[in-house]
């Protein structure tokens, strides 16, 4: 009963079992797990909600009202802005606040030195160590007209009528 | 060894099958994994919010455009838009500002936009 | 016969087969179906809430009644597909209408085929905060949920505020006159609707009649009161009168209107600052103010196009009278004469489990 013309079996069956279990090791071993950060959900959530808070500060309250982002363009006040642009960021609908942190430039082109496209800091990054270590950031643009301005003319902007972008570096703590 | 006995090789076939069902099985949770992922990125891709900025951008321009035209300072708005859009958003922008004609009663300038960054390309004539 | 070498190797390949098939459910460890588009439903109700003024438009869905809120299609709360982020109060209203009490306007199975869609029964949360005013619709939240968060305005309804300032306008300089013989005295709040839907002015700051309430209130009425010795008037009724601006020579003509029955979804009229509602007969003393409010459902009652101006008048009389008030007070841009409520920041939150 017992020959070797039935090693053949045993053979065909290691062999299979070899098979299986070799895919099912590979298969196994590369499989990815992803993190909410691999998919860029919270970077679209950022990058929506930081749209939004721009969009408002550029809409004024009522007809000829003041358009809040406009003056301060005009007005260089880097650190009202911040104020504004975070008391919007972080509100939220019940429970703590939020934390969000931001910094600004604003981008023009300077026409008097060979129309170069330069940046003006408008918010600093803050030096509480929240600067380094934190989450991806999602960047957000704006766009402002500035009026001809009478001089003394603005810093570093000029005293043209120009279109500026505002950029705004927006993440979360 | 004059010939091989090859009864057994169902046993490897079997064996083959399950290995290529597993397979499939890994594809189809891999691909699955990815429907939060692209949903995600395909709205971060879209430049909605930059398309609808440049509108108003360039609806404030066709506002204020008698006066600066007066003053000579239109082509250069418009040129810092289109630098800064290359420059910082990396897009390609153009628009142009027609004369006043009568639409349904008001009169109203054709404004043509064009947006390209190089995913998404955005062509609009609308009456300002 | 099996022979024994068959059943060796037949029982290897099974015990392979059985370790393998043991180590699928690993395979599915990283998956959680249902849960992988949480976060993108609620991106997508957001944006049908805060960027979409909704389906059907005209009549707007906002104005529809419990019978007929099935052909609704689709709940958004923007003004206008033009105006993205800024909010219409009615709408808001109409959305969150007793939300957290045992009768909402809307159910839930509503909130899932007109504002979240999909086949998948999820669980919603949507609040808007702005201001001290919270509303909210939807399960308390659980620990892990898709999330979007929106930042809006709020368009809210202007007011005509006649008081005092206006007494020298408003007032009959001379009331022994022949013409002001009769005991009735009429005062017009006229609206020109053609004036008002100027296409200039952006729908964030339009004044429509037709999607927002006109309220009307007559302060210090006191100073309109003709000597000291009378206290009050009587306002005997409130009617609606129709122009049309392509037949500017034509007399107006009087609107049909349901206005003896009191009716608070029509209009809202309240004297002196009392709680009380009055019908638009009311009938009644009044001796330091009115305010009327016209809802858009009732707006939408008029036959009332473009090109009408609407004339609201309040109809005082006594004998011998006891105000000499007249003259139109315009419903339109004029700060003096209307006051248009800024927008109002707010903070919509959605939740999707």
Same mark, same amino acid.
């Given at each position: 009963?017992?020959?070797?013309?039935?090693?053949?079996?045993?053979?065909?069956?290691?062999?299979?079992?070899?098979?299986?279990?070799?895919?099912?090791?590979?298969?196994?071993?590369?499989?990815?797990?992803?993190?909410?950060?691999?998919?860029?959900?919270?970077?679209?959530?950022?990058?929506?909600?930081?749209?939004?808070?721009?969009?408002?500060?550029?809409?004024?309250?009522?007809?000829?009202?003041?358009?809040?982002?406009?003056?301060?363009?005009?007005?260089?006040?880097?650190?009202?802005?911040?104020?504004?642009?975070?008391?919007?960021?972080?509100?939220?609908?019940?429970?703590?606040?939020?934390?969000?942190?931001?910094?600004?430039?604003?981008?023009?082109?300077?026409?008097?030195?060979?129309?170069?496209?330069?940046?003006?800091?408008?918010?600093?990054?803050?030096?509480?160590?929240?600067?380094?270590?934190?989450?991806?950031?999602?960047?957000?643009?704006?766009?402002?007209?500035?009026?001809?301005?009478?001089?003394?003319?603005?810093?570093?902007?000029?005293?043209?009528?120009?279109?500026?972008?505002?950029?705004?570096?927006?993440?979360?703590? | 060894?004059?010939?091989?006995?090859?009864?057994?090789?169902?046993?490897?076939?079997?064996?083959?099958?399950?290995?290529?069902?597993?397979?499939?099985?890994?594809?189809?949770?891999?691909?699955?994994?990815?429907?939060?992922?692209?949903?995600?990125?395909?709205?971060?891709?879209?430049?909605?919010?930059?398309?609808?900025?440049?509108?108003?951008?360039?609806?404030?321009?066709?506002?204020?455009?008698?006066?600066?035209?007066?003053?000579?300072?239109?082509?250069?708005?418009?040129?810092?838009?289109?630098?800064?859009?290359?420059?910082?958003?990396?897009?390609?922008?153009?628009?142009?500002?027609?004369?006043?004609?009568?639409?349904?009663?008001?009169?109203?300038?054709?404004?043509?936009?064009?947006?390209?960054?190089?995913?998404?390309?955005?062509?609009?004539?609308?009456?300002? | 016969?099996?022979?024994?070498?068959?059943?060796?190797?037949?029982?290897?390949?099974?015990?392979?087969?059985?370790?393998?098939?043991?180590?699928?459910?690993?395979?599915?460890?990283?998956?959680?179906?249902?849960?992988?588009?949480?976060?993108?439903?609620?991106?997508?109700?957001?944006?049908?809430?805060?960027?979409?003024?909704?389906?059907?438009?005209?009549?707007?869905?906002?104005?529809?009644?419990?019978?007929?809120?099935?052909?609704?299609?689709?709940?958004?709360?923007?003004?206008?597909?033009?105006?993205?982020?800024?909010?219409?109060?009615?709408?808001?209203?109409?959305?969150?209408?007793?939300?957290?009490?045992?009768?909402?306007?809307?159910?839930?199975?509503?909130?899932?085929?007109?504002?979240?869609?999909?086949?998948?029964?999820?669980?919603?949360?949507?609040?808007?905060?702005?201001?001290?005013?919270?509303?909210?619709?939807?399960?308390?939240?659980?620990?892990?949920?898709?999330?979007?968060?929106?930042?809006?305005?709020?368009?809210?309804?202007?007011?005509?505020?006649?008081?005092?300032?206006?007494?020298?306008?408003?007032?009959?300089?001379?009331?022994?006159?022949?013409?002001?013989?009769?005991?009735?005295?009429?005062?017009?709040?006229?609206?020109?609707?053609? #004036?008002? @839907?100027? =296409?200039? &002015? $952006?729908?964030?700051?339009? %004044?429509?009649?037709?999607?927002? /309430?006109?309220?009307?209130?007559?302060?210090?009425?006191?100073?309109?009161?003709?000597?000291?010795?009378?206290?009050?008037?009587?306002?005997?009724?409130?009617?609606?009168?129709?122009?049309?601006?392509?037949?500017?020579?034509?007399?107006?003509?009087?609107?049909?209107?349901?206005?003896?029955?009191?009716?608070?979804?029509?209009?809202?009229?309240?004297?002196?600052?009392?709680?009380?509602? #009055?019908? @638009?007969? =009311?009938? &009644? $003393?009044?001796?330091?103010? %009115?305010?009327?409010?016209?809802? /858009?459902?009732?707006?939408?009652?008029?036959?009332?196009?473009?090109?009408?101006?609407?004339?609201?008048?309040?109809?005082?009389?006594?004998?011998?009278?006891?105000?000499?008030?007249?003259?139109?007070?315009?419903?339109?841009?004029?700060?003096?004469?209307?006051?248009?409520?800024?927008?109002?920041?707010?903070?919509?939150?959605?939740?999707?489990?």
């Amino acid at each position: 009963m017992v020959n070797d013309t039935g090693q053949l079996y045993t053979m065909e069956g290691v062999a299979a079992g070899l098979i299986m279990l070799l895919t099912a090791y590979i298969v196994i071993s590369t499989t990815s797990i992803y993190t909410t950060g691999d998919t860029h959900i919270p970077d679209m959530q950022l990058e929506q909600l930081g749209s939004d808070v721009l969009a408002m500060m550029d809409t004024p309250n009522s007809v000829g009202g003041k358009n809040q982002l406009v003056e301060f363009v005009n007005e260089n006040s880097g650190n009202d802005f911040k104020e504004t642009f975070l008391k919007y960021c972080n509100a939220r609908t019940s429970g703590d606040d939020d934390n969000l942190h931001m910094s600004a430039n604003v981008t023009y082109r300077d026409v008097s030195h060979g129309n170069e496209i330069k940046e003006h800091q408008f918010v600093k990054p803050p030096n509480d160590g929240s600067w380094t270590g934190r989450e991806s950031a999602v960047r957000v643009t704006r766009w402002v007209q500035l009026d001809y301005q009478n001089p003394p003319s603005r810093d570093p902007y000029g005293s043209r009528a120009q279109a500026v972008l505002v950029e705004v570096l927006l993440w979360r703590a | 060894m004059a010939r091989m006995n090859e009864d057994g090789q169902w046993i490897v076939l079997m064996g083959l099958l399950v290995a290529v069902a597993l397979f499939f099985l890994a594809l189809i949770v891999n691909q699955s994994a990815l429907v939060g992922q692209t949903t995600a990125e395909g709205v971060l891709e879209f430049p909605k919010n930059d398309i609808r900025d440049l509108r108003e951008a360039v609806f404030d321009y066709v506002r204020d455009y008698e006066a600066l035209r007066n003053n000579g300072y239109d082509d250069d708005v418009k040129n810092d838009v289109i630098a800064i859009s290359l420059e910082r958003k990396n897009a390609v922008v153009n628009f142009a500002v027609g004369e006043k004609r009568d639409v349904s009663g008001r009169d109203l300038r054709p404004v043509e936009i064009h947006y390209n960054n190089g995913v998404t390309e955005y062509d609009e004539t609308v009456y300002y | 016969m099996l022979s024994l070498d068959f059943l060796a190797g037949f029982t290897i390949f099974l015990l392979a087969l059985i370790m393998v098939v043991s180590m699928v459910p690993g395979l599915l460890a990283g998956l959680e179906s249902s849960g992988i588009d949480y976060d993108a439903v609620a991106y997508r109700t957001g944006v049908i809430l805060v960027e979409d003024p909704g389906w059907p438009v005209n009549p707007p869905w906002e104005q529809y009644g419990r019978d007929h809120k099935d052909e609704i299609q689709r709940m958004g709360l923007a003004v206008s597909k033009d105006t993205p982020n800024i909010l219409l109060s009615t709408k808001v209203e109409r959305f969150f209408e007793n939300a957290s009490t045992e009768d909402p306007f809307f159910t839930e199975d509503d909130y899932h085929n007109k504002v979240i869609f999909g086949d998948y029964p999820y669980s919603y949360n949507i609040s808007l905060s702005s201001g001290n005013d919270l509303r909210q619709a939807g399960d308390p939240l659980p620990p892990g949920y898709g999330y979007i968060r929106r930042v809006v305005k709020i368009k809210e309804p202007s007011v005509a505020v006649i008081n005092q300032i206006f007494k020298s306008q408003y007032t009959i300089p001379d009331p022994s006159d022949s013409k002001w013989n009769s005991t009735a005295r009429n005062f017009t709040v006229r609206l020109d609707f053609s #004036h008002l @839907l100027d =296409p200039t &002015v $952006s729908p964030a700051y339009r %004044i429509d009649p037709r999607i927002e /309430p006109v309220n009307v209130t007559i302060t210090d009425f006191g100073a309109y009161l003709n000597n000291t010795y009378y206290d009050s008037a009587t306002l005997k009724n409130v009617t609606f009168w129709k122009r049309d601006t392509t037949k500017p020579g034509a007399d107006p003509a009087p609107i049909p209107f349901p206005y003896g029955t009191v009716d608070s979804d029509l209009y809202t009229l309240n004297v002196n600052g009392t709680q009380a509602l #009055h019908s @638009l007969k =009311p009938e &009644v $003393s009044v001796n330091s103010s %009115i305010s009327l409010v016209l809802k /858009p459902s009732a707006t939408s009652l008029l036959p009332l196009d473009q090109n009408s101006i609407l004339d609201i008048r309040f109809n005082f009389e006594d004998d011998p009278p006891h105000t000499n008030i007249t003259g139109i007070h315009h419903y339109d841009y004029n700060m003096t004469n209307v006051t248009c409520t800024d927008l109002k920041t707010g903070v919509l939150e959605v939740a999707i489990w």
